[in-house]
């Protein structure tokens, strides 16, 4: 019987088909049929059956990936869902990280949470780290709460209680008796959609699984039964997103796991194809309608993660969607696809995505309404596609409309004319694509530059080459059938299940047997699911291990051998424990060119995979002939590059044959058309896959013959490769720092700076107070060490308060470039490092002699070797000389990745120097700063905000001035510096200030020197913002971060209808030592980033429970209760503590927490906002202060070290935002979805 395989891959634009039958290869690409999915899913497969000459009861294999769960979760068509969780916890799933994912824009706001907050129940229950019992499961209370639910119409449940990933009992428990008391809910146990720790991730994990369960089971069943009906016997496979079948029923049960399983099926593709042309390191790039997806194949397989989000709804930011943790191949994904609309930002200057014109109506070329420009339009008309070749002619295409939209959108009189517009449009979305793949492969410890772009998707092989060119990489791939290649990589997927389990181990306390025990019960689980969906096949086995060095606050993945773990007799634990520490070593080196030694290594998470064994790919020919084809016919087509408009050689794939075709040329086919440029020839493989390939390392670009239109748009994309860059800089330090601060919180800062010392570009990643500290910072590196002085592989450091970010604990690096002999640029960065000596994080300090050891500005390496005496001194006065100087390698590897960035980018373009594009870069955003602010009336206004400080109160005063230079903002009269370590120096007031005028005037304009330098601020010496040294700064943030409430004082009279209420403002961390107790000799120290309620927002209700100015994010209760014996009894929103008004202030939240043991704890405290609370505005009431009391009512202090004795709790109530506007005008139903969620009771709140 011969083998027929059939495969459907739904995307957000378009439905694609794949038949394999007898050898040939059949494909077939629909617009998607988004309110009735099925329809174009049958339409097509009798399409390719017949054009086959087969029907139904001959496929002997269907897969089937779909958008359908992806869909439901975005546009929130999900079923009536609640969440039971433990007692204290219900707002886990709404607090997420506490964090803001997008600094400049106050009007941010987060994903509403699947389960809305009235539908979130605690359960009196609870399990410690170690899955002791603390609290038996309550089971009157649970089935009154079902009772409840029931007759609330609530369908779907989901379970997520804490550490159930250790114990399952209490969910499975409340599990039966749903069944018992409600059969007809569906329910999902967090325990088994994700066993894992960290209880954010998990319980959203559940809630997404419970919320799709039932439309998705609905829209399975009814394609299972008309499918049947067509006469199709196959049993149904479903594609997953770690890149596994899995069957029908595992899809009904765990719909979740469908999600992403599109871009697996192209991931898969690219694998087998790097596994048949044997190459070493591909970078797989599809490119659809919508989205882009990029992801690295290393020896054939690509690298798969248990983290993703969906639904990211700002930009494609991280944190702007919906997280879960299942297993899910690794890649990155961009709103950059054929769909995606271009428009002009604030400065002029082209930007595409991530707004979609999608398939309905799309592109204004598919003559369906389309308004917008797109991406395609720009392909069409730069003459990249040929209108009766596009989606085999099945769409009635016009140029006309194409060219039109462009012109309408972009084209201004001082600006771009059409055919640069054009240009943009292309050369902006191929940078995106390709700064997305650099930054992926920093993650992924990955040089991809010698490798192959395997490209595919309708619009891929439109833009492979450029962005290719773009990444270094000389070699691109385009399958045969690539405009469907995701459906063609469902065809032979493999069957597989991955299984994890959260046991926190250490090395050194490693028990063979246990471990040997849990990964076999671990196998047959996951080979029980694996035999439903390839019941006969042979199966392979494979297992990781989440692993960090002790104190580390994130994890890598380890390879395991189960050879050496199955070994007969049981291997010694010291041989196995030597194995794991090396394979981790060795992992971590690859990553992040380094190792820490002294540290001991601890194991999170084990997950074991069982997969069905495919059978390998032949090895492909695909050698490049001599011969090549002549005489074709051309069109006119404008090459990005060079911005020349020439005639392009026009080829059917098909007709290909044997020998290649030199570029220019477009290689046009059914569902996509692939640009060859000049310099790169191509041709068909034996098995018709195209292989393209560049003739010269030259670059293709005469600057003689571009254009001066052209010049200026490569100037805007040089703009953007630089902000790429300092990202990729960011994203280095990030995955390579040792501090929990850094890798977890992003407490950090990265940029590039001309040799006069302005700052070009900052990282999105970073807070303020660090990132516009530094902005001057690297001033004070250039007058000790002026940049005639500096040579090639110096690197220079500091942690001078004074001359870097504001206290010792931040160390600053500065690394020249060179290019051509000279200085070109500075990359600077900083981060917070573990420890400086001194009396530690706190504000016991009286001076800075106090606070630790002080670096001054020096040269710190020489050809990138550090010096040893410097090394010796700081190893030999801080707590923990491996953490830190980890640190410091980190920060001068991150400059040396933005270095080698740089001057890929200066080859490119042929640059000699950065002076002309740092003079535009800073010129224009100066003229679109004061622009915004001559917008703004004229004059000077005044405030005041008084706040705790810590023997007595103090008062900021803020005096500022708008004219058509500037706003200059002036603190005289706020009180003096203080002999404690809350004093500010004066380059940390200049950061916070500037950032929240800039929240307020030009958000969108780019933070560099240009946009700060309209900005002035000053402050007498000697009061707290200006304390000269050598006052104590230690704490520093306690008074900085309150600065963007204090200029809010003043810009609320003049933008009454931009500015926010006052909030918490300064972060309320907790910071608890002890020892561990229970027979443990040893001591803790947990500290987390927390936050309260942030101010009511013009328009919007102030954000609960979320940093603001700081955009550091929090710890999981779970990896605190870990890493510390703490057990937190409550972690959830502060009802009433958001000030009254039109618009709410954000809820503070009540931490509850004691020693799980019979030990003490010490609680170190630096909060504000306990005695004067944050402010209404525009008649909007004060927020509550802020509290902390222990369990019997004593009071504990705001600011210094407090004993809580062991049986005691400790309540922290943190402070909520004020309120704005007259709360008699809000809303009635504002009023009842805060009644209805609780965030308001019935209860009058207490006075502020």
């Given at each position: 019987m011969a083998d027929v395989r059939l495969a459907v891959d739904i995307g957000g634009t378009f439905t694609d088909i794949a038949l394999e039958a007898n050898g040939d290869l059949i494909t077939k690409k629909l617009l998607t049929t988004s309110q009735a999915p099925a329809t174009a899913v049958l339409e097509g497969i009798q399409h390719v059956l017949a054009q086959a000459a087969l029907s139904s009861i001959d496929v002997n294999v269907f897969v089937h990936g779909t958008t359908l769960a992806t869909n439901a979760l975005i546009e929130r068509r999900g079923a009536k869902t609640a969440l039971l969780t433990t007692g204290g916890m219900r707002d886990s799933i709404e607090m997420a990280h506490e964090n803001r994912f997008e600094q400049y824009d106050l009007a941010m706001v987060r994903p509403d949470p699947l389960v809305p907050r009235n539908r979130r129940i605690?359960?009196?229950?609870?399990?410690?780290?170690?899955?002791?019992?603390?609290?038996?499961?309550?089971?009157?209370?649970?089935?009154?709460?079902?009772?409840?639910?029931?007759?609330?119409?609530?369908?779907?449940?989901?379970?997520?209680?804490?550490?159930?990933?250790?114990?399952?009992?209490?969910?499975?428990?409340?599990?039966?008796?749903?069944?018992?008391?409600?059969?007809?809910?569906?329910?999902?146990?967090?325990?088994?959609?994700?066993?894992?720790?960290?209880?954010?991730?998990?319980?959203?994990?559940?809630?997404?699984?419970?919320?799709?369960?039932?439309?998705?089971?609905?829209?399975?069943?009814?394609?299972?039964?008309?499918?049947?009906?067509?006469?199709?016997?196959?049993?149904?496979?479903?594609?997953?997103?770690?890149?596994?079948?899995?069957?029908?029923?595992?899809?009904?049960?765990?719909?979740?796991?469908?999600?992403?399983?599109?871009?697996?099926?192209?991931?898969?593709?690219?694998?087998?194809?790097?596994?048949?042309?044997?190459?070493?390191?591909?970078?797989?790039?599809?490119?659809?309608?919508?989205?882009a997806k990029l992801c690295i194949i290393n020896k054939g397989h690509p690298r798969t993660s248990r983290e993703f989000e969906v639904g990211r709804e700002y930009r494609f930011l991280a944190g702007s969607g919906i997280p879960l943790r299942l297993p899910v191949i690794e890649m990155v994904e961009i709103g950059a696809g054929g769909s995606s609309i271009a428009r002009l930002d604030k400065l002029g200057r082209i930007a595409v995505g991530p707004l979609s014109a999608g398939s309905e109506p799309g592109p204004a070329c598919y003559g369906r309404g389309g308004t917008s420009p797109t991406v395609t339009d720009a392909d069409v008309a730069l003459g990249r596609i040929i209108p009766d070749r596009f989606a085999g002619g099945d769409l009635t295409f016009t140029k006309e409309a194409a060219l039109a939209v462009i012109e309408t959108s972009l084209v201004t009189d001082t600006g771009f004319d059409l055919e640069t517009a054009s240009l943009g449009i292309a050369e902006i979305v191929d940078e995106n694509m390709a700064s997305a793949g650099r930054v992926h492969a920093i993650e992924q410890g990955c040089d991809i530059t010698d490798g192959t772009l395997i490209a595919f998707g309708g619009a891929a092989p439109l833009h492979a080459v450029r962005v290719a060119e773009k990444l270094g990489i000389e070699e691109i791939l385009i399958p045969s059938g690539a405009g469907v290649g995701s459906a063609i990589g469902f065809l032979h997927a493999p069957a597989a299940h991955e299984n994890v389990r959260t046991r926190h181990i250490r090395l050194d306390d490693l028990v063979v047997d246990e471990l040997s025990l849990m990964l076999k019960e671990m196998l047959k689980e996951a080979e029980e699911v694996v035999r439903r969906a390839a019941k006969d096949s042979e199966l392979s086995q494979s297992a990781k291990a989440f692993m960090r060095y002790r104190g580390q606050g994130h994890e890598i993945t380890v390879d395991l051998d189960l050879d050496e773990i199955f070994q007969t007799p049981s291997p010694d634990a010291s041989h196995l424990q030597k194995v794991f520490e090396e394979a981790f070593v060795d992992e971590y080196r690859r990553l992040y060119g380094r190792e820490i030694t002294g540290l001991g290594v601890e194991a999170l998470s084990w997950v074991v995979t069982v997969t069905s064994t495919q059978k390998e790919p032949a090895i492909e020919n695909g050698e490049r002939p001599e011969e090549a084809v002549t005489n074709l016919p051309t069109v006119l087509v404008s090459d990005v590059a060079t911005g020349a408009v020439g005639p392009a050689a026009v080829i059917e794939r098909a007709h290909l044959g044997s020998a290649?075709?030199?570029?220019?040329?477009?290689?046009?086919?059914?569902?996509?058309?692939?640009?060859?440029?000049?310099?790169?020839?191509?041709?068909?493989?034996?098995?018709?896959?195209?292989?393209?390939?560049?003739?010269?390392?030259?670059?293709?670009?005469?600057?003689?013959?571009?254009?001066?239109?052209?010049?200026?748009?490569?100037?805007?994309?040089?703009?953007?490769?630089?902000?790429?860059?300092?990202?990729?800089?960011?994203?280095?330090?990030?995955?390579?720092?040792?501090?929990?601060?850094?890798?977890?919180?992003?407490?950090?800062?990265?940029?590039?700076?001309?040799?006069?010392?302005?700052?070009?570009?900052?990282?999105?990643?970073?807070?303020?107070?660090?990132?516009?500290?530094?902005?001057?910072?690297?001033?004070?590196?250039?007058?000790?060490?002026?940049?005639?002085?500096?040579?090639?592989?110096?690197?220079?450091?500091?942690?001078?308060?004074?001359?870097?970010?504001?206290?010792?604990?931040?160390?600053?690096?500065?690394?020249?470039?060179?290019?051509?002999?000279?200085?070109?640029?500075?990359?600077?960065c900083t981060s917070h490092v573990v420890d400086i000596g001194g009396v530690g994080f706190s504000s016991a300090s009286r001076e800075i002699f106090h606070e630790g050891l002080q670096l001054p500005i020096m040269r710190f390496a020489v050809d990138e070797v550090f010096d040893p005496n410097v090394v010796a001194i700081i190893e030999t006065n801080v707590r923990d000389s491996?953490?830190?100087?980890?640190?410091?390698?980190?920060?001068?590897?991150?400059?040396?990745?933005?270095?080698?960035?740089?001057?890929?980018?200066?080859?490119?373009?042929?640059?000699?120097?950065?002076?002309?594009?740092?003079?535009?870069?800073?010129?224009?955003?100066?003229?679109?700063?004061?622009?915004?602010?001559?917008?703004?009336?004229?004059?000077?206004?005044?405030?005041?905000?008084?706040?705790?400080?810590?023997?007595?109160?103090?008062?900021?005063?803020?005096?500022?001035?708008?004219?058509?230079?500037?706003?200059?903002?002036?603190?005289?009269?706020?009180?003096?510096?203080?002999?404690?370590?809350?004093?500010?120096?004066?380059?940390?007031?200049?950061?916070?200030?500037?950032?929240?005028?800039?929240?307020?005037?030009?958000?969108?304009?780019?933070?560099?020197?240009?946009?700060?330098?309209?900005?002035?601020?000053?402050?007498?010496?000697?009061?707290?913002?200006?304390?000269?040294?050598?006052?104590?700064?230690?704490?520093?943030?306690?008074?900085?971060?309150?600065?963007?409430?204090?200029?809010?004082?003043?810009?609320?009279?003049?933008?009454?209808?931009?500015?926010?209420?006052?909030?918490?403002?300064?972060?309320?961390?907790?910071?608890?030592?002890?020892?561990?107790?229970?027979?443990?000799?040893?001591?803790?120290?947990?500290?987390?980033?927390?936050?309260?309620?942030?101010?009511?927002r013009p328009g919007q209700d102030g954000l609960s429970a979320t940093a603001?100015?700081?955009?550091?994010?929090?710890?999981?209760?779970?990896?605190?209760?870990?890493?510390?014996?703490?057990?937190?009894?409550?972690?959830?929103?502060?009802?009433?503590?958001?000030?009254?008004?039109?618009?709410?202030?954000?809820?503070?939240?009540?931490?509850?927490?004691?020693?799980?043991?019979?030990?003490?704890?010490?609680?170190?405290?630096?909060?504000?906002r306990v005695k004067h609370p944050a402010r209404g505005r525009h008649g909007g009431e004060h927020g509550m202060t802020g509290r902390l009391t222990l369990d019997d009512g004593s009071p504990v202090a705001a600011k210094g070290n407090t004993t809580v004795p062991s049986g005691r709790r400790l309540i922290v109530e943190f402070p909520g935002g004020g309120g704005l506007g007259d709360p008699s005008r809000r809303s009635r139903q504002a009023r009842e979805r805060d009644r209805r969620l609780g965030y308001v009771t019935e209860t009058k709140k207490e006075d502020p």
């Open positions: 605690g359960i009196p229950e609870r399990i410690s780290a170690n899955g002791a019992v603390l609290l038996e499961l309550d089971e009157e209370i649970l089935a009154a709460e079902l009772a409840t639910l029931k007759s609330d119409g609530v369908q779907s449940v989901a379970v997520g209680f804490l550490h159930s990933y250790i114990d399952a009992s209490h969910e499975i428990r409340t599990r039966d008796l749903i069944e018992q008391l409600w059969p007809e809910a569906q329910v999902t146990l967090s325990s088994e959609v994700c066993p894992e720790i960290r209880e954010y991730e998990r319980f959203s994990t559940a809630c997404a699984n419970a919320y799709i369960q039932p439309l998705v089971s609905e829209y399975l069943q009814d394609l299972e039964t008309r499918r049947r009906a067509l006469g199709m016997r196959c049993p149904m496979l479903l594609m997953q997103s770690g890149g596994g079948l899995g069957t029908l029923e595992d899809a009904l049960r765990f719909p979740v796991r469908l999600i992403e399983s599109g871009p697996a099926g192209g991931a898969l593709l690219s694998a087998e194809l790097a596994r048949s042309f044997q190459i070493e390191k591909a970078l797989s790039f599809d490119m659809g309608g919508t989205t290649r075709i030199e570029g220019p040329a477009l290689i046009v086919e059914d569902q996509t058309t692939t640009v060859i440029p000049a310099n790169y020839d191509a041709w068909l493989t034996e098995n018709g896959h195209l292989r393209v390939r560049r003739q010269s390392a030259e670059l293709r670009r005469d600057p003689v013959e571009t254009s001066s239109k052209l010049k200026d748009l490569q100037r805007d994309i040089m703009w953007n490769r630089l902000i790429a860059v300092v990202q990729e800089q960011a994203t280095t330090l990030v995955r390579s720092a040792f501090s929990t601060s850094t890798r977890e919180a992003g407490d950090l800062s990265a940029g590039v700076f001309d040799p006069q010392g302005r700052m070009l570009a900052q990282s999105i990643t970073g807070t303020p107070g660090h990132v516009n500290s530094m902005a001057t910072s690297v001033q004070h590196f250039l007058d000790v060490f002026p940049a005639h002085t500096m040579r090639e592989g110096d690197i220079y450091l500091t942690n001078d308060p004074w001359k870097g970010t504001g206290h010792l604990f931040d160390v600053v690096v500065v690394t020249p470039v060179f290019h051509r002999g000279h200085v070109v640029a500075l990359f600077a491996v953490q830190v100087m980890g640190d410091i390698h980190s920060l001068a590897a991150c400059n040396r990745v933005g270095a080698l960035r740089l001057l890929e980018m200066m080859k490119e373009y042929d640059l000699a120097d950065l002076e002309a594009l740092g003079d535009y870069i800073i010129r224009t955003s100066r003229e679109a700063m004061l622009t915004e602010i001559r917008a703004l009336p004229e004059g000077t206004w005044t405030s005041s905000m008084r706040v705790d400080g810590v023997d007595m109160p103090l008062d900021i005063v803020t005096e500022l001035t708008i004219t058509s230079d500037g706003i200059a903002v002036d603190f005289n009269g706020t009180s003096p510096m203080q002999p404690h370590g809350i004093n500010v120096p004066m380059s940390y007031t200049v950061a916070y200030t500037s950032f929240g005028i800039r929240c307020i005037v030009g958000p969108n304009i780019p933070n560099n020197a240009g946009s700060l330098e309209v900005i002035r601020v000053t402050a007498p010496s000697g009061c707290i913002l200006n304390a000269p040294r050598p006052a104590a700064v230690n704490i520093r943030h306690v008074m900085g971060q309150m600065l963007p409430d204090a200029v809010y004082g003043c810009l609320g009279q003049v933008l009454p209808t931009k500015v926010p209420a006052e909030g918490t403002s300064s972060l309320w961390n907790l910071l608890a030592s002890g020892q561990w107790g229970n027979g443990r000799s040893e001591s803790f120290m947990m500290m987390s980033f927390n936050s309260g309620g942030a101010g009511a603001f100015p700081s955009g550091v994010r929090n710890m999981p209760v779970e990896i605190n209760e870990v890493v510390s014996p703490l057990v937190f009894w409550r972690k959830e929103f502060r009802p009433n503590s958001g000030g009254d008004g039109e618009f709410r202030g954000g809820l503070g939240q009540i931490v509850e927490l004691a020693h799980g043991g019979d030990g003490e704890f010490v609680f170190s405290a630096t909060y504000e």
